[in-house]
C-alpha cells in the first residue's frame, strides 16, 4: 500500500512537472515574440526546448528525486522519450480531431493525459530514470541483513 502511495504521488509530480514546463514554454514563446519581436519559428523552437529541459531539470531533481550526476545517456534518452510522445500525441490528436471530429483543444488535453498515462511516465520511470525509480529497500535491508536472514 506505501509503494502505491509513493508511486502515485511521484506520477503526481511529473504531472506538476509537465504542466510547470509547458507554462515555461508559452510564457517564452509569448515573451519571445511579443516583447523581444523573435521571429515565432525560432522563437517556438526556442520555447519549446526552454520547456523540455525544464521538464527534464523538474523531473530529474523533483519528480523522481534522482541525485545521479548529469549523464549523456540520460538526456539522449530523455530526447528520446521526449520524440516518442510529441509523435504519440500527434497520432491521438489526428484521431480524435480529424477522425472523430472533436475540437482540437480538447483533442490536445485527451491526447496528453491518455500518452502521459500510457507511455511518457512509464518510459520515464523506466528508461529515463531507473534508479530513482526503484523501491526503496525493506527496514531489513537498511540494516545491512540478507532478506535471508530477516525471515529467520
Not at 515565432?40 to 527534464?56: I, P, Q, R
Not at 507511455?119 to 537498511?142: C, G, H, I, K, M
Amino acid at each position: 500500500m506505501r509503494d502505491t502511495t509513493k508511486r502515485l504521488a511521484r506520477v503526481g509530480r511529473v504531472g506538476v512537472s509537465g504542466a510547470v514546463a509547458t507554462g515555461i514554454d508559452i510564457g517564452a514563446l509569448v515573451l519571445l515574440v511579443e516583447v523581444l519581436g523573435v521571429h515565432v519559428t525560432l522563437a517556438a523552437f526556442l520555447a519549446a526546448t526552454l520547456g523540455g529541459v525544464s521538464n527534464f531539470l523538474i523531473n530529474k531533481y523533483w519528480a523522481f528525486r534522482d541525485g545521479t550526476p548529469l549523464e549523456l545517456r540520460q538526456v539522449t534518452v530523455y530526447g528520446f522519450v521526449s520524440l516518442v510522445t510529441a509523435a504519440f500525441v500527434a497520432v491521438v490528436v489526428h484521431l480524435l480531431a480529424v477522425v472523430l471530429v472533436l475540437p482540437y483543444l480538447l483533442a490536445k488535453a485527451i491526447a496528453a493525459v491518455l500518452v502521459f498515462l500510457v507511455w511518457t511516465y512509464p518510459a520515464q520511470s523506466r528508461l529515463v530514470f531507473p534508479a530513482a525509480s526503484e523501491p526503496e529497500p525493506l527496514a531489513s535491508d537498511s540494516l545491512g541483513l540478507d532478506e535471508s536472514l530477516a525471515l529467520e
